[in-house]
């Protein structure tokens, strides 16, 4: 595997299940991002690890639960969503925070919440 | 606030030239990226300018002008391949990306 990878890449879920997403980088980046993409409107930063610690949590409802265990691994564990939360959810990661360092995104994972 | 304006959608011919504008008002400026998304695929780095001026990489040129908060994409030689949505982002003085909505460029035959 090289890059980033996510899964899984399509997930449907009722508004009372639990479910987790999964990023993996394969880069040797120190600096971990999950993004938020709906049609239409900009990249809604969520998240944000570095070297293992969050540094950024833009008032993410708290439904979301994001989980770095390591630089290589981001999860973001989901409970009772709203049918608005769907979107396509999209992880990146870059050298480390703090600089202009390029950002590398994963293919995403497409949720609807039915 | 912060704001970063492209146009939603544009279309151009195949083979030939088309340039995507991006205007932004930040809190500060530590450089401006420009990615490429296809349809259900991750954004793809495509150009960084900090500095004033033209940067030619192949058939993709971006300009910046910071005096005017304003990038532009220029794309060449138009392929199908090209149709994707494009996306402008600004580095603010947190050396934080500032998002645009993204162009999705359509190129018919």
């Known amino acids: 595997e090289t890059g980033v990878t996510q899964t899984p890449r399509h997930l449907v879920m009722g508004m009372t299940n639990k479910k987790s997403l999964k990023c993996e980088q394969h880069?040797?980046?120190?600096?971990m991002y999950w993004y938020k993409q709906s049609a239409k409107k900009p990249l809604e930063l969520m998240f944000v690890y570095n070297f293992k610690e969050q540094t950024e949590n833009n008032s993410v409802p708290s439904r979301f639960s994001p989980e770095c265990p390591n630089s290589s691994h981001l999860f973001l564990h989901l409970h009772t969503l709203q049918p608005e939360d769907s979107a396509l959810y999209l992880c990146a990661s870059s050298q480390e925070t703090g600089t202009y360092n390029e950002q590398f995104f994963g293919p995403g994972t497409r949720l609807t919440v039915l | 606030g912060q704001n970063i304006d492209q146009p939603t959608e544009m279309t151009a011919t195949e083979g030939a030239i088309v340039q995507i504008n991006c205007t932004y008002q930040t809190s500060g400026f530590n450089g401006l990226f420009w990615y490429q998304q296809h349809a259900g695929e991750a954004p793809t780095f495509l150009s960084y300018n900090v500095l004033d001026g033209l940067e030619e990489k192949g058939r993709f040129s971006s300009f910046l002008s910071r005096s005017k908060g304003y990038s532009y994409l220029l794309l060449k030689e138009l392929q199908m391949k090209d149709s994707a949505s494009y996306l402008c982002a600004v580095v603010d003085s947190n050396y934080q990306l500032i998002w645009g909505a993204g162009t999705k460029l359509i190129i018919k035959p």
């Open positions: 880069l040797g980046h120190n600096a």
